[in-house]
Nanobody, 117 residues
Framework: QVQLVESGGGLVQPGGSLRLSCVAS????????MGWYRQAPGKQRELVGG???????NYAESVKGRFTISRDNAKDTVYLQMSSLKPEDTAVYYC???????????WGQGTQVTVSS
């Protein structure tokens, strides 16, 4: 059974930082492209960024320079380090694991991030 479990969300003041973690089980983690998405109330889910199995990263323009994605294949974990947080970063953040060659696309349950004073 595949599971992606996010953690690390919470309430933070504007300008603050948070680190989200996503632990995967049931998959050969190092073969998967991992992504972080977010969904704010009343909005569509959007890509925050991703990291390939080779460690190449990409980011949405709205988070470039503020967010960093990394992975630890030994721990089957992907991280999202968020800094200089803004109220518009408030959303539920989801972890995603994709392996296109076998049509795998898995999602975590999400973790809430609220940026507010």
């Amino acid at each position: 059974q595949v599971q992606l479990v996010e953690s690390g969300g919470g309430l933070v003041q504007p300008g603050g930082s948070l680190r989200l973690s996503c632990v995967a089980s049931g998959i050969n983690f190092k073969l998967y492209v991992m992504g972080w998405y977010r969904q704010a109330p009343g909005k569509q889910r959007e890509l925050v960024g991703g990291i390939t199995n080779a460690g190449t990263t990409n980011y949405a323009e709205s988070v470039k320079g503020r967010f960093t994605i990394s992975r630890d294949n030994a721990k089957d974990t992907v991280y999202l380090q968020m800094s200089s947080l803004k109220p518009e970063d408030t959303a539920v953040y989801y972890c995603n694991a994709v392996r296109i060659v076998i049509s795998h696309n898995f999602w975590g349950q999400g973790t809430q991030v609220t940026v507010s004073s």
